[in-house]
């Protein structure tokens, strides 16, 4: 069984009115619980859990240091290519909003590398469009040994691939693979991705299952959040993470939070999400999930991330570029999205100290495969 | 107090630490020294192996009665715990080994198969073996007969804090060892701590309960007197408990009439 097959079980809408119908008493039962299901996520990420944010916060922030300790996982992106045919109306990378197209080649990634180890990273996050042409299996099977040696962990958001594909690719370090949903409207996923591979919806949706099959150690999940009503998405997103947790229960897993940004010609959001919302969210999933990790990246503001460190936290990206050759090859060509914190590594290690808190930068050996 | 021996190397302290979780090198550090520990596990995988004399975290650990511990956290085989036994047996020069699968993320929870695999490749291999296991008094016995070097049997769930909720088995594994048992995982509190070494625990590992305190160093200090009390409460012969008083021969009495 796949998920796709649990899905199909719920409706959009009744799990929306369902979610706007949780009372004050449903988030107090909630709060005093030890383990939280579904339904108890369901109050906590609702408009009934506002009044309680302090209380989830000092939760969260318990559980999290319990569980992880004062410490906050730093990774970073490289961007390889930002060739894409898809058509994503959000995405800066989309196919048809015109931009000089680049795929670094292996010098260009020597480049890259040499740039991000300089800043102290271990862990490495490869960025890429969808254009199986010039950056598909045959791409990332090439790069892949190129990176590897450089760096304790590496991670990947590209296109969804085949199991099969990613069989080949977890012996030469893949660790981890990030594969967001966007949003789980299925009409909107559509409207959003009228073009290109990614419109097939239960493909994107059933790529978890095939990362776990393979016997991948890490997974992301994820909805972009300015799509959909966010509450309703991030329920499908735990319910994803609680099937897939139960499925393919040696792997781990990472949840991100993305808002949408600006970016050259780009779409504006549909759906507003305030920071104390965002707040909710983060402190909602810490106390339905105690072992998943959650990652901020450097979309957020400044002010925003620094307070986050201690509420739930787990992973964070710092002094990002989201374009191709954006370390030290060509830092001047278009990115995928504005970056809202700009500071460097070592500020917000620093940063991070500053509160307490110990920022780990290698939390893997390649000698454990992928 | 009795020094503990393990693989023939004396322990004048019986509480063992591990290095995670802390907001800092810094504090990690004062918190050890404060435990008066002196054998530390540190992952592996948090180390840079290939440069191991940079690396901030051991240079907080450089003291002479210290010893380290090498653990292989974040392995899922046997085969992969006896490769990364090896490359912490080159990085940090000591061939003891503290084997830890765990395949299982979200518990921790150790792999019983795997484990008594590697346990017995990595005897073979030269190394002083300490694995981390369910308290399984079969398991326990098993990985004896395979040569390690001590047994490192859990109270409840890592990082959990919930104290010795497998105490009966602890019991039966203390009871029939022939080879040192540690209690490793689940010790929250001084008294968890106190308790495991009251029954005749050889050692206790703490780590979540000092790395995440308000203070961690004052709270490694007041593991350092629980561990201290509790081997001291089960040297000296711990009385029996008993609800109500026992007179002194009440059934035998009339023979003295």
């Known amino acids: 069984m796949r998920f796709e097959s649990v899905f199909r079980q719920y409706s959009w809408n009744d799990v929306k009115a369902a979610i706007y119908s949780k009372t004050a008493k449903d988030v107090e039962m909630a709060l005093e619980k030890k383990q939280r299901g579904l339904e108890d996520f369901m109050a906590l990420i609702s408009p009934a859990a506002a ?21 906050i996982q730093l990774y970073v992106p490289l961007y390889l290519s930002n060739e894409c045919q898809n058509i994503c109306t959000y995405c800066g990378f989309s196919y048809d909003n015109p931009l000089k197209r680049k795929t ?70 893949l660790h981890s693979v990030l594969v967001y949903q966007e949003t789980y409207h299925e009409e909107d996923y559509r409207k959003h ?96 999930n105690e072992d998943v990790e959650l990652s901020l990246s450097t979309r957020e503001s400044e002010k925003f991330r620094d307070h986050l460190v201690q509420l ?39 940063m991070i100290r500053e509160q307490g808190y110990e920022p780990v930068w290698k939390d893997w050996s390649p000698v454990f495969g992928g | 107090m009795e020094p503990l021996i393990i693989a023939g190397q004396p322990f004048t302290s019986r509480l063992f630490t ?46 002479p009665h210290i010893h380290l511990l090498p653990n292989t956290s974040g392995v899922r085989t046997a ?41 017995a490749s990595l005897v073979k291999l030269g190394f002083v073996v300490l694995p981390y296991v369910h308290a399984d008094p079969v398991l326990c016995k098993r990985l004896e007969d395979a040569g390690v070097a001590a047994v490192m049997p859990l109270g409840s769930p890592i990082g959990s804090n919930k104290g010795l909720r497998t105490l009966d088995f602890l019991e039966i594994i203390i009871s029939q060892s022939r080879v040192p048992v540690i209690v490793d995982a689940g010790i929250g509190a001084p008294s968890h701590a106190a308790q495991a070494m009251e029954m005749g625990a050889a050692a206790v590992l703490v780590n979540t309960a000092i790395a995440v305190a308000r203070q961690p160093e004052k709270m490694a200090d007041a593991f350092r007197q629980a ?31």
Request: net charge negative.
């Open chain 2, 227 to 257: 561990v201290i009390a509790g081997r001291e409460a089960y040297e000296a012969g711990l009385g029996t408990a008993s609800v109500k008083a026992n007179a002194s021969s009440p059934l035998l009495a009339f023979l003295d009439e």
């Open chain 2, 79 to 119: 085969k992969e715990a006896v490769y990364a036994a090896q490359l912490a047996r080159e990085a940090l020069e000591t061939n003891w080994i503290k084997l830890e699968i765990h395949p299982d993320p979200k518990y921790l929870l150790p792999d019983p198969v795997e484990t008594l695999e590697a346990a």
């Open chain 1, 312 to 350: 739930g936290i787990t992973t964070m990206s710092a002094g990002s570029k989201t374009n191709p050759g954006g370390y030290a090859v060509d830092p001047q060509s278009l990115e995928q999205f504005e970056i809202s914190d700009e500071r460097s590594a070592a500020t917000i290690a620093a």
């Open chain 1, 104 to 173: 670094l080649s292996g010098a260009e990634i020597l480049q890259e590398v040499n740039a991000i180890r300089e800043m102290g990273y271990e862990h490495v996050l490869l960025v890429t469009g969808e254009a199986s042409q010039t950056v598909g299996l045959e791409y990332f099977m090439k790069v892949m040994p190129l990176i590897r040696r450089h760096f304790s962990q590496i991670s990947m958001e590209v296109q969804p691939m085949d199991q099969e594909d990613y069989e080949q690719l977890i012996p030469l370090g």
């Open chain 2, 18 to 63: 591990g290095t995670g979780k802390f907001g800092s090198a810094a504090q990690m550090e004062a918190a050890i020294l404060a435990s008066g520990s002196e054998l530390v596990t540190v992952a592996l995988k948090r180390i840079d192996t290939a440069h191991s004399l940079q690396d901030d975290m051991l240079q907080h650990l450089q003291h």
């Open chain 1, 193 to 288: 991705h009228p073009k290109g591979k990614k419109s097939r919806f239960s493909y994107r949706l059933e790529t978890p299952d095939r990362l776990g099959l393979a016997g991948i150690h890490k997974i992301g999940l994820g909805v972009l959040i300015g799509l959909e009503d966010w509450r309703t998405d991030s329920f499908f997103t735990a319910l994803h993470l609680d099937y897939l947790q139960r499925t393919y229960w040696q792997t781990r897993y990472s949840i991100s939070f993305p808002r949408l940004r600006p970016f050259s010609g780009g779409l504006a959001p549909k759906v507003d999400m305030k920071d104390r919302e965002l707040v909710q969210l983060i402190c909602a999933y810490r106390l339905f």
């Open chain 1, 51 to 71: 009044p309680y944010l302090e209380r989830m916060a000092l939760i969260s922030r318990q559980l999290t240091q319990q569980r992880f300790g004062k410490t």
